[in-house]
Structure formats: C-alpha cells, structure tokens
C-alpha cells in the first residue's frame, strides 16, 4: 500500500492529499476547509466507517489518502476532542477521543507508469495507519522537543513492527459490533492510548486509535452522511 510506506507520522494519514490537519486545515486560499476535506470522501468508492449511533459527541473529519493514479485509499473519522500537541502545556491527558480509519481492501497491483507494483491493502495496513495516527497527536509531557524527533523514529518503527506481525504477543483479541455483527479485532494498549484493526465488509479494514475513551463497548457502523462530519456538530439525543 503505497500510503503506508515508513513516512512520518503525520503525514501516514494523509498520503497525497493536501487538505492539512485535522478537519481539512490548511486549505488553499478562498477554499473552506471543510468542504474541502469533505470532498476526498465524496470521491471515494467505498463506504466510510465511524463510530455508531451510540455515541452523542462531537464528530469531524480528519484526511484522506490517495494513491498514485489519484484513488482514495484511505481516510479518518474524528469523535470527541479532536486531537492536538498539547502535552507540553499538560493538556493531552484532558483529550477524549476515538479515530476511526477506513482503509480500502485492495489488491496488490501495477502503478499507474507500469514500473513497479503497489502493495496490497490488509488489516497490517489498517493497523499501521491507527498505529501511526496514535503517535502524531502524542506529545510526552516531559519531553524536550530536540528529542522528540528521535522519539518519534523510535515509536514509528515499534508501530511498524507491531503492525507487520499482528499474531505476536503485543496484541489481544477484542469483539466489538461492525453494522451490529459482532467482529473480532486486534487490540493493544499503550501509555499513549489505544489501537485496534480488523476487518470489516463493503471491502474494507477498520482500523481506530484513542485515548481518554475506553475501547471496550464501542461500535462501528457504516457513515450515512459523511458530510455532517465536516460540519462539526454533536448530533442530537
């Protein structure tokens, strides 16, 4: 999968798109970024997940991911506190919040110029992606910024190890509802917060991250309006 290659973390989530952070920020001038960021979802050929009606808060848009010959490969969907760098000011610990990550299942196949192949999607992917999502919006609080570029490298490769050998020891078993069917996925935790992947139908892996919101007792349901994420506002009760 060519928008999981080892890059930085904050840019794992957004592969060739070019709506910036959280929500679309970033956007070109006279453009809102919201509308912006909301129609890289439009484009996509695969339905959106996110959390399911159980949950009230707040929900936003995060990016998508593109390949090479311009298809959505992947994308985020934000609930609660959307996340930021704040651990310096101690703020991270009053963050709650769940990403949902939807990664289109794709086989391996040439890239558009014919010189080589892209990766087939998998569950790996979809956990790479939440692994990677979890690490750009963690700030250790004691941190001082010269070393967190080699934290950062560090964290990054134990995330793409653990992504790679899903039946190693770092990872348990959690049954959550996908669409109200009961779903396996893989589950670990860390001091930073939580990830999960599994798969999920309509041809797609889910993958999630968050912290400050327990992972247990979560659903997943297909998104019925991917557009009132992008407008931000808590759904009534």
């Keep these: 999968m060519e928008t999981t ?8 989530m957004g592969g060739g798109d ?36 159980a949950f009230t808060g707040p929900r936003w848009l995060m990016q998508v991911g593109m390949a090479a010959d311009g298809a959505v490969e992947h994308g985020s969907t934000g609930h609660g506190d959307e996340p930021s760098l704040r651990g310096e000011l101690g703020g991270e610990a009053d963050q709650r919040f769940t990403v949902v990550v939807t990664v289109a299942s794709r086989p391996g196949r040439r890239s558009p110029d014919g010189n ?60 959550l509802p996908v669409d109200g069917v009961p779903t396996d996925f893989l589950y670990r935790e860390s001091e930073y917060g939580w990830v999960l992947a599994g798969a999920a139908p309509h ?25 009132g994420y992008a407008e931000r506002t808590t759904p009534a009760t």
């Design 5 to 12: 290659s080892r890059a930085e973390p904050q840019d794992a």
């Design 18 to 53: 070019e709506t910036g952070g959280p929500g679309g920020h970033g956007a070109a001038q006279g453009v809102p970024g919201a509308r912006r960021a909301v129609e890289g979802y439009l484009m996509a050929q695969f339905p959106w997940y996110g959390l399911d009606e």
């Design 203 to 227: 041809g797609v892996h889910i993958g999630a991250y968050g912290r400050g919101m327990s992972a247990y007792g979560l659903g997943f349901a297909v998104v019925k309006d991917i557009e």
């Design 116 to 175: 080589g192949m892209l990766e087939a999607t998998s569950v790996s992917s979809a956990a790479w992606l939440a692994g990677s999502g979890l690490l750009s919006c963690t700030w250790p609080a004691q941190m001082e910024r010269a070393l967190r570029q080699d934290w950062l490298e560090q964290q990054t490769a134990i995330a793409w190890e653990l992504a790679d050998d899903l039946d190693g020891g770092g990872w348990s078993t959690l049954s």
